[in-house]
């Protein structure tokens, strides 16, 4: 493992914090937020923060395992620049235009904007990547995890409603 994989490391720790921070306060959040965010259930808020943030740990271990495979350095990359973007919409957009904290702003400021930044800049200065394809890949990230969000609420809610259903 280089010391490029070490700093690499500090991604799925960002997006641990970033995704523990949004689980506490965004569902709540989520009912008053209008367009900005569709009502979401705590657990089923739970469950798909956890499934995004164990997609992260693994493309982050598939790109340092096997770091001469394009596409899981593009994953990676991808999702490096999905979660900058999403500290700016829908946080930082939502905090100014509903004039209430969106929870996840602060980890997304701290943390996922700049550790992601720093990492995609070493990444460009080093020759691995180049902006064309940070855009493209990011572009790709993004839509998958928006397509997939959706899916994991609901795959959340129907697990969460079958366990109790049993209990």
Wanted: proline share 5%; charged share 10%.
């Amino acid at each position: 493992m280089t010391s490029e994989h070490l700093l690499w490391m500090f991604f799925p720790l960002a997006i641990t914090l970033h995704n523990l921070e949004e689980s506490l306060w965004l569902p709540q959040w989520s009912q008053l937020a209008g367009k900005f965010h569709k009502p979401v259930a705590r657990d089923e808020f739970l469950f798909g923060a956890i499934l995004v943030t164990l997609l992260a740990y693994l493309c982050t271990f598939l790109a340092i395992a096997f770091p001469s495979a394009w596409l899981w350095r593009r994953i990676f990359v991808g999702f490096l620049g999905t979660m900058i973007l999403n500290g700016i919409f829908p946080h930082l957009i939502g905090t100014i235009v509903l004039r209430k904290y969106c929870p996840g702003l602060l980890t997304s400021l701290f943390l996922l904007v700049p550790v992601n930044s720093l990492i995609l800049h070493r990444a460009v200065a080093d020759g691995e990547v180049n902006w064309t394809e940070i855009t493209a890949s990011t572009g790709a990230v993004a839509l998958v995890l928006v397509m997939l969000l959706p899916l994991f609420f609901q795959l959340g809610r129907k697990l969460i409603g079958a366990l109790a259903s049993d209990s």
